[in-house]
């Protein structure tokens, strides 16, 4: 810490350098005055210096300045995204936040992971081995901004290690089995969802933000120009989550059909009710959006009816469309770039090992180019 005095008409002050204000960056000073002589606001000076040095850096406990930083932070932050932040700032504190920030170690830090891996914190169950990553990166990144300020001088969730990520087998099904799901769900008020979700690999929550303005039913197109997404008990409407989701999809004869059956279904709704037409594609009597959650709920009662292998949500329908590609020939670049990916390795990784018979394929097409006109 650093100081100095002034002289402030008749009595002399000093003034503190203190630990930048965490929530802005910005420097904060301390000062006091009203001392008779140079020398007493000196003496005072280096006494509030001796005893603020005991208590500075990282003197501050881990729940206090987690709140300060997520008011911070709220600015720069996608709703979901600062929704998520919050829940694991929550999380920190229930279980670390009365610790000083000087005396928070990796290992502390990886205890309370698999603490959390074990009883959730304040929950009778455990959280996965996602959400523990989760509240790792949101540590981390806390930490982070902490130590640009110089409120700590070393990140020590940098050098914890969270939990292994979970191998999740994604289940897909077949296009026979696809054709079968469609066929018993003809019936259902969300069978253009249905129909949508299985043949234009869209996120749910980009269906379910889809608004007649981005759908040319006569070029057979639509636009991804924003996403509904689940926060608590409410929903938001926001940006698709990156540069690349936003994109323009075609779409096969089938869907624009079913597509066109669903709107004039739906105008005739809003005809009786004498309302103007409906914005979103999908929607609730009233105009609302569909809530993201009770979609998936309402999926997962049809898969069962169905007798179909079970999929954990309409998300696995977008896995099978990208599998179906792959294995049906569809350029992996033409395949990546309709499924919004920000590059095609993560295409590649996602789904070649969902499809054993590429390997074989492609072990078959090059033998045949070597020896196929071994007897010519």
């Known amino acids: ?12 002050s000093y003034v503190i350098d203190v630990a930048p204000d965490p929530a802005t960056g910005r420097r904060r000073q301390r000062s ?9 606001a000196e003496d005072a000076m280096r006494e509030a210096i001796a005893k603020g040095s005991s208590s500075g850096k990282g003197s501050q406990r881990l729940g206090d300045y987690l709140a300060e930083w997520i008011v911070a932070v709220r600015p720069r932050l996608r709703v979901t ?6 829940m694991a700032a929550d999380r920190v504190t229930a279980g670390l936040g009365a610790v000083r920030m000087d005396d928070l170690t990796p290992l502390a830090i990886e205890r309370f992971y ?14 996965s081995a996602k959400s523990v990553r989760n509240t790792h990166v949101a540590l981390r990144k806390a930490l982070a901004d902490a130590e640009r300020l110089e409120l700590i001088d070393r990140n020590p969730a940098a050098r914890a290690r969270p939990p292994r990520g979970e191998c999740v087998e994604i289940v897909t099904w077949t296009s026979a089995q696809v054709a079968q799901f469609l066929r018993g769900v003809a019936e259902d008020p969300l069978f253009a969802l249905w129909v949508l979700l299985a043949t234009t690999e869209l996120r749910r929550g980009e ?18 120009s924003q996403t509904i997404t689940a926060v608590q008990h409410g929903v938001i409407v926001s940006p698709p989550k990156s540069d690349r989701s936003r994109r323009r999809l075609g779409l096969d004869p089938d869907t624009v059909r079913v597509l ?5 279904a739906q105008q ?5 009710l004498g309302v103007s037409p409906a914005p979103l594609v999908f929607c609730e009597p009233e105009g609302e959006p569909l809530h993201p959650d009770a979609v998936t709920r309402r999926f997962k009662t049809l898969v069962r009816r169905s007798g179909l292998p ?3 949500g309409p998300h696995d329908l977008r896995h099978t469309w990208a599998s179906l590609a792959l294995a049906a020939g569809v350029h992996p670049k033409v395949v990546s770039d309709r499924l919004g990916h920000s590059t095609i390795a993560i295409t590649i990784d996602t789904y070649s090992h969902a499809i054993p018979s590429l390997d074989a394929d492609a072990a078959a097409i090059v033998a045949s180019k070597l020896f196929g006109d071994s007897d010519g």
């Open 260 to 264: 066109t059956d669903h709107q004039q």
């Open 1 to 12: 810490m650093r100081g100095h005095v002034v002289r402030r008409g008749k009595t002399w």
């Open 268 to 272: 005739r709704d809003r005809d009786r």
């Open 310 to 312: 079970m999929l954990r």
């Open 32 to 40: 006091k005055g009203g001392f008779p002589t140079k020398g007493a």
């Open 207 to 224: 269906a379910l933000g889809l608004r007649w303005k981005d759908v040319d039913l006569e070029r057979a197109t639509l636009s991804v």
């Open 114 to 127: 698999a603490e959390l891996l074990k009883t959730g914190g304040r929950r009778e169950q455990g959280l």
């Open 81 to 86: 995204t600062f929704n998520a932040y919050q």
